[in-house]
């Protein structure tokens, strides 16, 4: 469904550019734990007990690579020597070459300003058809697209304001399972996207998301297999 956990780098894998900071990368670490650690609803769906243990060995790795000065310069090094970073990753946040994954900045997230956050929360409250989508179990990309229509929304006002490509977010509302990224990287898309709409609550909206493409992924790896 989407590019390996193991075949990230090590910034991939805690969703930061290579020239973050210390604390970036410790932010980073504690948040990559929380969606793999066990009995994680947004994972669950994803990944056996021995594939997270897997993923956490790499997160664990990630960090303690990454956190020591000596350890992480002999790393970009490599990825240097891979041609996956031009120029050292402490010169800037443009020093690695644009990826296929995602291109995000953490400032991912914000609402719309003033009184169009509070137009959109009132369009909430009015839309019988809002409130039908957001109270079903299952929540799709479909139903997203739907949501955002309803609000009047383009993809380019959403895509500006979170920084998520817009290709992206075209994945995610047309349900191409193929496309989308690794489950760490689509659960902060589809938070941010929730955000930007002013959709509440955004933590059980997401999760329900996620347990959606999960089950779809399922049936189509059932189909694929008769």
């Not at 021995?50 to 690579?65: D, M």
């Not at 058809?129 to 299952?138: D, S």
């Not at 929730?194 to 909206?205: D, F, R, S, T």
Request: proline residues 4%; hydrophobic residues 35%; negative net charge.
């Amino acid at each position: 469904m989407r590019k390996s956990f193991a075949e990230l780098n090590y910034y991939e894998m805690l969703d930061i550019r290579p020239g973050a900071a210390a604390f970036e990368i410790r932010q980073a670490y504690g948040a990559a734990l929380q969606i793999y650690q066990p009995g994680s609803l947004v994972s669950h769906s994803f990944f056996t007990e021995t594939e997270r243990r897997e993923i956490l060995s790499l997160i664990e790795k990630a960090y303690q690579t990454l956190i020591q000065d000596q350890t992480r310069k002999a790393y970009d090094d490599e990825l240097m020597s891979r041609g996956e970073i031009d120029r050292p990753a402490q010169a800037g946040p443009d020093a690695r070459k644009p990826v296929g994954i995602f291109s995000i900045s953490r400032g991912r997230g914000q609402q719309p300003a003033g009184s169009n956050q509070e137009s959109l929360k009132t369009r909430i409250r009015q839309s019988e058809r809002i409130a039908e989508l957001t109270g079903r179990h299952a929540l799709s990309g479909e139903d997203l697209k739907q949501i955002r229509t309803e609000l009047d929304v383009t993809l380019e006002q959403i895509s500006q304001a979170t920084k998520i490509r817009q290709d992206h977010l075209i994945n995610i509302e047309e349900n191409r399972l193929a496309r989308l990224p690794a489950a760490i990287f689509l659960k902060g898309f589809v938070k941010s996207y929730l955000k930007y709409l002013c959709l509440e609550p955004v933590e059980e909206l997401s999760a329900r998301y996620m347990e959606t493409v999960a089950s779809l992924a399922q049936h189509e790896t059932a189909q694929e297999q008769e």
